[in-house]
């Protein structure tokens, strides 16, 4: 898909034939390459899909980079993720104390997650291709829509649950960007992205059958899926579904109290009719 979010650009390019991706995407790659207009023709060429065997004149693929090109190697080349405690902690936080949704959850860590990766505390979704390659980076799991506020002019799209998160939980700050074409969406900043604890959770190495981000996958191996708190003791505790507010010991616990109050109650009832 066009709006796929790879880690590393570069290696992607060198393995391009072997990804599944279509002319658009290597297109694009080329151009934020930094190489010249007639480099990325000759690759361009060499890696394209031509599978009904079309004749391309490599003068006019060159006048094509040439006005594509941006002249400056803007890639990412990612060799490796690394998921921090202090992130995750800070997700729990949001979880305890705002009983968020998984939706919710998963594009919290999302922005967090593409915060670290790109090296700063605010994530640009100003575009809706960004908006798109952002949540493609969750398969089916995150769509985004309209979010409809007070004055039209003020309306702007965003990834389903990311409104919630900001103006209601406060766990991300969102910034309206300033209307302009193709402007559609916001920034958001991630207040927390000051490195107090340097210890890492876990570390992901990008390789060639790795390099397509796949946040959704990243989510559940960290075992963010289906995390709540209970209710009655605060202990985490993996949910079974969205309902679930209390740990194991203390369904079993409330259960145990619910039968004694209704056995209590059914011999009161008995003891009233044998005295009457």
């Known amino acids: 898909m066009y709006y796929n979010f790879y880690c590393n650009e570069k ?10 991706e279509g002319n658009r995407m290597l297109k694009r ?35 094509d ?11 990412t ?6 998921v921090y405690k202090q992130d995750v902690d800070y997700i729990k936080g949001y979880i305890k104390d705002f009983h968020m949704t998984q939706r919710e959850t998963m594009v919290l860590f999302g922005v967090i997650m593409m915060c670290r990766m790109m090296q700063t505390d605010t994530l640009d979704l100003t575009t809706k291709y960004k908006i798109q390659q952002f949540c493609s980076c969750f398969g089916k799991d995150i769509t985004y829509k309209k979010e409809e506020m007070e004055h039209w002019y003020d309306d702007y799209h965003a990834p389903i649950g990311l409104r919630k998160v900001c103006d209601e939980y406060g766990a991300l700050l969102r910034v309206p960007c300033e209307k302009g074409f193709g402007k559609v969406g916001c920034r958001y900043v991630y207040p927390g992205y000051g ?28 075992g ?5 708190f209970c209710g009655r003791c605060g202990r985490e505790f993996k949910a079974r579904s969205g309902r679930s507010k209390y740990c194991k010991n203390c369904v079993d ?3 145990r109290k619910q039968t004694r109050n209704r056995v209590r109650k059914h011999r009161d009832a008995r003891k009233n009719d044998v005295t009457q």
């Open 253 to 255: 616990d409330i259960r």
């Open 195 to 222: 490195l107090e604890d340097k210890t890492i959770l876990k570390q992901y190495i990008v390789t060639q059958n790795r390099n397509r981000l796949d946040l959704e996958y990243i989510f559940r191996d960290l």
């Open 224 to 228: 963010l899926d289906g995390v709540r």
């Open 11 to 20: 290696l992607l390019i060198d393995h391009f034939q072997e990804s599944g």
């Open 77 to 82: 080349k990612l060799d490796k993720i690394s």
């Open 29 to 63: 790659l080329l151009a934020q390459s930094g190489l010249p207009p007639d480099k990325c023709a000759d690759i361009y060429l060499q890696k394209m899909d031509n599978r009904e065997g079309l004749y391309y004149d490599r003068f006019d693929v060159i006048q």
């Open 65 to 75: 980079f040439a006005e594509r090109s941006t002249g400056v190697d803007s890639l």
